[in-house]
Each structure stands twice: as C-alpha cells, then as structure tokens.
C-alpha cells in the first residue's frame, strides 16, 4: 500500500481491476493493463493541470479516470472530485467505474456508498460526485479535480464548461471525448 500511494502508476498497474465486457455480454474481473499509450496521459495527469484528450473508444480510458479519482481519494488529504457525462445514467455508469475499483482492491477500503444516490461516493472524507451535462453542473462546489467525460456528446457543453471550471479554478480539470459521429 506505501508503494500504491507513492505512485499513481504502480497503484494503476498493480491494485487496479476493471471490469471487462466479452462478447457474449457477460463479464471478468482483470487486472488493468499497460498499454504504450497509457505511459504519456500518466506523465500528464500529475503534471498537467487543464488536460483535454481526445481518445479513441474501448482502450481504458474512461477507468483509468476512475483510478486516477480513486487513488487521490485513498491518498490526497482533503481531496474532493466531480465528473460529468453526457447525462445522468452516464455520469452513474463512471461513478459506478470508481466504486468497482475501490471494492476491488487488495486491501480493505472503507467506501461509503449511499444507496439512494448513485452520482456519488466518499472515502476516509474524500468524495467524488457525478453530474448529468446541464448548463450548471458543478456550480456552487469547489473541487481539486474535475472531469468531463465524453465531453463532444455534451449538449450544454460550453456553459458546463464555465460551470465546473469555476468549481475546480485551483485544480486539474481533465477533457476526455470519442469524436462525435458524423454519418
């Protein structure tokens, strides 16, 4: 655990499970893996504060956001996150990413989930809580990170923007989007 909360990187490569949809559409727990891509995102993650990625669909990248407000919130006193997504289920679907890796590691993590709110999760006091795209989402919050996932397929994506930019002034916001389909 020392090694985990000295590096993102080890903690990403040696604690982190994600969940893997086959085929068939049934499901395997696998440890995430390292792919040449990951090594440039992970330098910018803990230098770059306003990061904007375009990605490519199915390469990780969407847990690996998740693994990165994870491990601020098992090792960063005082840490506090929002995310958005292109709606509500979608914004659920990532905070569900966090829980996943949280109740999937190799030590005790005491996560605090409540049931009646699936946009949000908190450990040891740090949280990170999921917004639908509105025009005013993160507004009136003050995070130390804050992510748009999917951010091409946000309808209220420029006032968002200025929303949770305020919210997070002081901390990291990460962009991360597939390109929008143009057929």
């Known amino acids: 655990m020392a090694k985990a909360a ?3 990187e080890w903690f990403l490569f040696h604690h982190v499970s994600i969940r893997d949809v086959l085929p068939d559409g049934s499901t395997r727990i696998v440890q995430f893996q390292h792919w040449p ?3 440039e995102i992970l330098a910018d993650l803990v230098t770059v504060l306003r990061l904007a990625v375009l990605k490519a669909r199915q390469l990780g990248w969407s847990w690996l956001l998740a693994a990165w407000i994870d491990w ?3 090792f960063t006193a005082g840490f506090k ?3 958005t ?3 509500e289920l979608e914004a659920a679907e990532f905070i569900d990413k966090c829980r996943f890796i949280l109740t999937h590691l190799p030590y005790e993590t005491p996560v605090i989930l409540d049931p009646n709110n699936m946009l949000s999760l908190a450990v040891n006091g740090r949280s990170v809580t999921g917004f639908p ?3 005013k989402a993160g507004r009136g919050f003050n995070f130390n990170l804050f992510v748009a996932d999917e951010a091409a397929f946000h309808p209220w994506a420029q006032e968002a923007y200025e929303s949770y930019e305020a919210a997070a002034e002081y901390g990291q916001i990460i962009i991360v989007s597939s390109s ?3 057929e």
């Open 72 to 74: 601020n919130m098992l």
């Open 37 to 39: 891509l990951h090594d």
């Open 85 to 87: 997504s292109a709606g």
């Open 81 to 83: 996150a929002g995310m």
């Open 6 to 8: 000295a590096s993102f």
């Open 133 to 135: 795209s509105t025009p």
């Open 180 to 182: 929008e389909d143009t």
